[in-house]
C-alpha cells in the first residue's frame, strides 16, 4: 500500500480493504466457537451464560454488516469514469427489484419507474447505487406501505438528473447534507444500517462528475436527486 499519497481514495481504499480481510477472520471464529458453545454447553448453564450466548452472534451480526458495508464503500472509492461499460439504468433497476424482492413483498412496497436512460456508469456501480437508495426507502418507510418511483430527465446537455422518490419517514432539512457522510445515522439504531450506503452512493456519483443531494419529497417522504453523464 503506498503511504505516500495518504490521502487518495485509491489509498483509502486499500486500507479498508485490508481492515475488512484481516477483521473477517477473527469475526468467523467468535461465530463459529459460539455456535459450538450453543450446541455443546452444559445444560445447567445459567441465564447469564444463555444470555451471552444470543448476544455475541447479535454482535458478531453487526459487525459483519459493517465489514459489508466498508467492503461496498471501498468499491465505491475506486470508481472512476473508465471504470466499466455504460450500462442502462433500467437493467440495473430490474436486477436490484430482484434481489429486494423478499424485502418488497414483506412491506407491501410498490416500486415503479419512468424513462430509465443508459449512463456512462457501469451496471455493477449502477446496481450498487439504486440498491443503496431503494434499500433506504424500504428501511426508512413510513406507517404506510412504501411507494418508491424512479425516473430520469436530461436537464442539461449529456447529462441525466435521476430522482428516486418515496413515501417514507423524510429526513429534516438540517440533516439533508449530513447523511452522506460517514457512519452518519439521524435515527440512529432503531432502523438499522451502518451509515455507509449514502456515503458510496456519493463516491460514485462524485466520481463522474455528477452531483447528488436529498429534498423533501412533495407529498412526505424524500427524493433523492443525482446527475450522471449521458452514455
Known amino acids: ?3 505516500k499519497n495518504h490521502t487518495s481514495g485509491a489509498w483509502l481504499a486499500d486500507f479498508l ?18 455456535e459450538l458453545l450453543r450446541e455443546n454447553g452444559p445444560g445447567n448453564a445459567g441465564e447469564d451464560v444463555v444470555r451471552a450466548l444470543e448476544e455475541i452472534p447479535a454482535g458478531a451480526s453487526r ?6 458495508g ?14 466499466g461499460m455504460p450500462a442502462s439504468l433500467h ?6 427489484l430482484g434481489e429486494l424482492d423478499q424485502q418488497i413483498r414483506a412491506c407491501g412496497a410498490t416500486v415503479t419507474a419512468a424513462g430509465l436512460p443508459k449512463v456512462n456508469v457501469s451496471l455493477e456501480r449502477l446496481m450498487q447505487l439504486l440498491g443503496n437508495l431503494i434499500g433506504n426507502s424500504l428501511r426508512f418507510r413510513s406507517e404506510a406501505a412504501p411507494v418508491i418511483h424512479v425516473t430520469a430527465a436530461m436537464e442539461e446537455a449529456d447529462t441525466w438528473t435521476i430522482r428516486v422518490e418515496d413515501n ?3 429526513i429534516a432539512a438540517a440533516d439533508r447534507d449530513a447523511v452522506f457522510q460517514p457512519f452518519m445515522r439521524v435515527a440512529g439504531r432503531k432502523y438499522g444500517g451502518v451509515g455507509l450506503g449514502l456515503t458510496a452512493c456519493r ?23 443525482f446527475t450522471l453523464p449521458e452514455a
Open 63 to 68: 459487525i459483519g454488516r459493517l465489514l459489508e
Open 91 to 96: 437493467s440495473a433497476l430490474t436486477i436490484v
Open 168 to 170: 417514507g419517514i423524510g
Open 1 to 3: 500500500m503506498d503511504v
Open 17 to 34: 480493504d485490508r481492515l475488512v480481510h484481516d477483521t473477517r477472520e477473527p469475526l468467523r471464529s467468535i461465530t463459529a466457537y459460539t
Open 203 to 225: 463516491a460514485i456519483v462524485e466520481a463522474h462528475g455528477g452531483a447528488i443531494r436529498m429534498e423533501a419529497a412533495p407529498g412526505g417522504g424524500t427524493v433523492c436527486v
Open 70 to 83: 466498508l467492503s461496498g464503500y471501498s468499491i465505491a472509492l475506486r470508481e472512476t469514469p473508465e471504470s
